[in-house]
Each structure stands twice: as structure tokens, then as C-alpha cells.
């Protein structure tokens, strides 16, 4: 894939609307090209900006899940047969059939008022599972998540190399969320509990960085510099809350992750994968009773 090919496509990799293998090649173009990370950041945020604008206007609200169950009726109608798909042959016919079904499962809802069964992602892969689905820490949009938030704990925690300056919790609670008030001592909590002055706070804000925005609290534990980051997901069908898993590792960093309401939730440090995944598994209680008190 060259930068041309992915300008074409970047929006759909945004939206999630690729194949899985087209992801594949995005973000193995994305890994060695620069210039195309800071386009697809530019594209994220302005895309965050027009939904955040969207979501709170008085005159675009719609009914509180109708847009969830017309989702989930289009994704188990369109995968119900998947014979469907070997006739289809083009982006275009591709499009239209998705506009046609999308038009055919609004209407059916609005006239029968009837609850679609949600799709839900898990870790551990039903036997029935539906062509193309994949575990949630596996798919495009959250990988590309992680590593925003690695980038973040480097570029913040490790190197304070932000292009924009972080913003206080507290201004974060009043332009992005309640969420974000007090989310530090949320995080803190068990850990001094535990480990007493082991664990110290070093600095918590909300900062951007490849057009995502973070909640980022910045802890030393063990003598490590550990990043706890959580982001609004992009797939609302995911698990409202999840346990802690580690889901990636490599020479310098470790990283755990886990759901909550509707963030995504990463602790990444040096630390070994045992007691980064400690970390993660004991804040995760404290930071979803904080969410849910938040009512997110």
C-alpha cells in the first residue's frame, strides 16, 4: 500500500468498514510512514470534533437506542447468509446493497418496535461465530487504539513531547466528561491500599496525541513508570466491562487492557507482563465503580 491508496481509504479504516485484511495493510503502512499517521490523526480528531458537536445538538438526538438496534439488526441480516457475498463484486454494488438493507432494517424497527439480538464481541470466540467478526482486542479500531496509547505513555509519561499541552482533570470534566474528575484517585486507591508509598501519583491530565484524546494518570510503582490511559471506543457494541487482560508485550513495554462503560482502558509500563496485568486487574474495580458513578 502507498499513501495514495490509503488517502482513499482512510475514512472507511476510520469507520471500520474494511475487510480484515485491507486493515492488515493500513496498519502496516501506518508503522512505516509518518506522514500518513499524522493525516489519519488530523482525520480522527476532526471526525471527534463533528460527532462531539453532532451528539449534543438539541435537534440531532434521536431516540436513546434506536441507533444501536438498527446497527445490530443490519450486521445480523447482512451476515445471516453469507453465500450474499460471492455476489458481490464491486465497492459500488458493495454500497448500495449495504444502503438498501440499511433503509429496509430503519423501516422494519420504526414500524414494529421490535429488539434486534445485540452482537457481542468477546475475547473468547463463540463456535457460531459471524463471518469477518474477531475478538474485540483483536480488531482494527482497537489496535489502533493501543497504540495511540503506547504512543502516549512514551511521548507524555516517558519523554513530555506533546504537541499540544495536556489540559487539568478538571477542565477535561467540564468539556469532555464528569469521567474525568477525581479518575486519579479512583486509580490510586487500591494501590496505596496494597502497597502504601510504593506507589506514588506523578501526574494526571487529559492530553491529545494522534488526533485521540486521553485520560492519562501517570504513576511510579516499583521504582517503573506506569501510564494508566483511557479513551472513549469506537465500537459501542463492545462489552460494557471487561476483565483485565494482557494484550500485548514486547522487549520495552508491556500493556493490559479492559472495558469500561464506554472507554477502553490501558496500563502500560516496563514492568514484567505479571505485574503490569497486577496492576491493571486491581484498579479495574475502583475505575468502573468511578465510571459508573460518573453515569457512563
Not at 499524522?38 to 437506542?65: H, M, T, W
Not at 463484486?89 to 434486534?116: D, E, P
Not at 506533546?162 to 477525581?182: M, R
Not at 463492545?238 to 490501558?266: M, T, W
Request: charged share 25%.
Amino acid at each position: 500500500m502507498n499513501c495514495k491508496d490509503f488517502k482513499e481509504i482512510a475514512d472507511s479504516y476510520l469507520s471500520d468498514e474494511l475487510l480484515v485484511e485491507s486493515n492488515h495493510d493500513v496498519l502496516r503502512h501506518l508503522e512505516s510512514c509518518p506522514e500518513c499517521r499524522a493525516e489519519l490523526g488530523a482525520r480522527r480528531e476532526l471526525r471527534e470534533r463533528l460527532r462531539f458537536a453532532v451528539k449534543n445538538a438539541e435537534s440531532s438526538r434521536i431516540v436513546a437506542g434506536f441507533a444501536m438496534r438498527a446497527k445490530s439488526e443490519l450486521r445480523r441480516q447482512a451476515f445471516s447468509n453469507s453465500s450474499v457475498w460471492s455476489f458481490i463484486g464491486s465497492k459500488s454494488i458493495l454500497a448500495g446493497a449495504f444502503a438498501a438493507l440499511l433503509v429496509a432494517v430503519m423501516a422494519g424497527i420504526l414500524i414494529q418496535n421490535r429488539k434486534a439480538p445485540d452482537v457481542v464481541k468477546t475475547i473468547d470466540l463463540p463456535a457460531n461465530v459471524l463471518p469477518n467478526e474477531q475478538p474485540i482486542y483483536e480488531q482494527a479500531s482497537y489496535i489502533a487504539a493501543r497504540h495511540d496509547a503506547i504512543d502516549d505513555h512514551e511521548n507524555c509519561a516517558l519523554t513530555h513531547n506533546l504537541e499540544e499541552n495536556p489540559i487539568s482533570l478538571d477542565k477535561a470534566s467540564l468539556i469532555f466528561g464528569k469521567a474525568n474528575k477525581n479518575i486519579d484517585t479512583a486509580v490510586m486507591k487500591p494501590l496505596r491500599e496494597a502497597f502504601g508509598d510504593k506507589t506514588k501519583l506523578v501526574m494526571a491530565h487529559f492530553c491529545l496525541i494522534n488526533g485521540r484524546y486521553f485520560t492519562h494518570v501517570v504513576l511510579e510503582h516499583q521504582g517503573k513508570t506506569v501510564s494508566v490511559l483511557l479513551t472513549k471506543r469506537e465500537d459501542v457494541e463492545g462489552p460494557k466491562n471487561s476483565s483485565a487482560a494482557a494484550c500485548q508485550a514486547n522487549e520495552e513495554l508491556r500493556v493490559a487492557c479492559f472495558e469500561v462503560g464506554e472507554y477502553s482502558a490501558f496500563v502500560i509500563s516496563d514492568l514484567n507482563e505479571a505485574e503490569n496485568l497486577t496492576v491493571a486487574r486491581m484498579i479495574s474495580p475502583s475505575v468502573k465503580k468511578h465510571i459508573e458513578q460518573a453515569g457512563v
